[in-house]
């Protein structure tokens, strides 16, 4: 069974309807019942009972997401989330790196310590700690000037605004934010790629996979870069989705009979001059 998601959209956030100035297209919209007038949501394309919720020219009318917009509306806030959560995480990381580099020659003292008062356990296991991996490479972060970490802490920091900065333009839908996810994801791909030849891990596998999955649904999805017709076929799609040009285009309500011959009303229609992310 199907996901209708334009009618659970319009479950959780409410229906969008709208009044046009034009004659012929308004009275497509709405209707006359025994309890008030009804207009059709843009969206789902249900009669709802009450006054619209905006009016004007058809050409200012919102472009409501619907059908496959509203997927792809949902599979974007789902990265920005990622996004952000992941943005968070390496701030944190950010923020321990720059703690340790001023605090490095206490900290080094204080493992020493531990490390000798442990040693007597990890003899008695026959647990050489001395030609560890896990205590070498520990030992090897003592080694770091503190410049060096200072600067890998700023590093981490300006990955995070990034991270951060395209969870919020994903979730707005923003065309900028898209261009952004592609360029920066792709040039830390070859990094996860070297992580892995490194040290193999269902995490970095399922984070590789998602981010190449994530980059090929954004370029070819949104069709960036020229891509499938570049941006004016992505608009003329969304253009398409939506129901008031749908209305338009047809002349007709749903149900209506056609007049004899085909012919479509001679009202010029308008045409909708307004950006698919004016309105998410």
Request: aromatic share 10%; proline share 6%; charged share 25%.
């Amino acid at each position: 069974m199907s996901t209708d998601w334009d009618r659970r959209h319009c479950a959780r956030k409410g229906h969008v309807t709208y009044a046009p100035d034009e004659p012929g297209l308004r009275g497509k919209l709405t209707a006359s019942t025994a309890v008030g007038p009804v207009w059709r949501c843009l969206r789902c394309g249900d009669f709802v009972l009450g006054e619209p919720h905006g009016g004007g020219p058809a050409d200012l009318a919102p472009l409501v997401p619907r059908g496959r917009a509203l997927r792809d509306l949902f599979i974007l806030r789902f990265l920005a989330v990622e996004r952000v959560l992941r943005g968070l995480l390496i701030v944190l990381a950010a923020w321990a790196v720059w703690k340790f580099s001023n605090s490095q020659d206490a900290v080094h003292q204080l493992f020493e310590n531990d490390l000798t008062a442990f040693r007597p356990v990890a003899d008695h296991f026959h647990y050489d700690l001395d030609h560890s991996p896990v205590v070498d490479t520990i030992r090897k972060t003592f080694d770091y000037k503190k410049s060096t970490l200072q600067a890998a802490a700023g590093g981490l920091l300006l990955y995070a605004l990034i991270e951060i900065v395209e969870g919020f333009g994903l979730w707005w839908a923003k065309r900028w934010a898209e261009y952004l996810t592609v360029v920066a994801t792709a040039a830390f791909l070859p990094i996860e790629v070297y992580e892995l030849t490194e040290k193999v891990s269902w995490f970095k596998i399922a984070t590789l996979a998602l981010n190449v999955l994530a980059v090929l649904y954004i370029l070819l999805g949104k069709r960036l870069f020229g891509l499938r017709g570049g941006r004016a076929a992505f608009e003329a799609e969304r253009r398409g989705a939506s129901l008031l040009e749908v209305e338009q285009s047809a002349g007709e309500r749903p149900g209506e009979e056609r007049p004899a011959g085909g012919q479509q009303p001679k009202e010029p229609l308008p045409v909708r001059r307004r950006s698919p992310a004016d309105t998410v």
